[in-house]
């Protein structure tokens, strides 16, 4: 393995943890927030999603975006789907009810969430055209991405987008210095090292979904991130 290129390292991200007090979670979730713009997280999914709605002749999909947090990629990717022509109706679901919460009032909105765990979704094989998620791959294990892949697969009935980071160590300096100048909270410089230690590499997640997914697809993505795929035939 390259030099620039370190051995994976699970953690737990602060974050996750049920019990943050509410103000630190919701400094939190805003400096999240602040690195899917950066990085033009919803802007990716949504160029995806319009080339395979465009392919299939799908004019006003039904998205779940599982692992969503706060809900604000959940809300730009609707926006930036509505521009394009696509207005969409897109559910936000999350495990922590308490950040689906949070990110009503962040936003006054009552955008569509549900609480659920990604690997018991309530929904229906076939009951949505697209999953999507954003850094959401990086906290599970090899043989958990593998079913959540597959469950995801079956929900959905055109595919699913699945864009997570990759594992790097030029991402990772930037992280611990940048977050140290913007991050609101000392948690998100903790949180983001550790999301880039434990993410996969290209290589690694595209072995993960053509195990889970025959036909999945891995593509690289400027900067330093990358795209799961399993578009339908």
Partial sequence: MSFLIPPRRPSHEILDDPGIPADEMCRSLEDLSLVHRWWGNARTLGG???????????????????????????????????RAGHPATVFA???????????????????????????????????????????????????????????????????????????????????????????????????GISSIRQAYTPEEARRIARDAVPGAEVERIFPFRFLVSAPSA
């Fill in 48 to 82: 995806f999603l319009v080339g395979e709605m465009r392919r299939l002749g799908v004019a006003r999909p039904v998205l779940l975006d599982v692992g969503a947090g706060s809900a604000d990629v959940s809300r730009r990717l609707a926006r930036s789907l509505a």
């Fill in 93 to 191: 679901a999350d495990v922590q009810w308490r950040h689906l919460v949070a990110g009503r009032r962040l936003a006054r909105d009552t955008f569509p969430a549900v609480c659920a765990d990604a690997f018991v979704l309530p929904f229906g094989d076939g009951s949505v055209d697209w999953i999507v998620s954003t850094l959401f791959f990086h906290h599970f294990s090899p043989a958990q991405n593998a079913r959540l892949l597959a469950s995801f697969a079956r929900i959905a009935r055109h595919g699913f987008a699945i864009l997570d980071l990759t594992r790097h160590r030029i991402p990772l300096g930037f992280i611990s210095i940048a977050g140290r100048l913007v991050f609101k909270t000392r948690v998100s410089l903790l949180d």
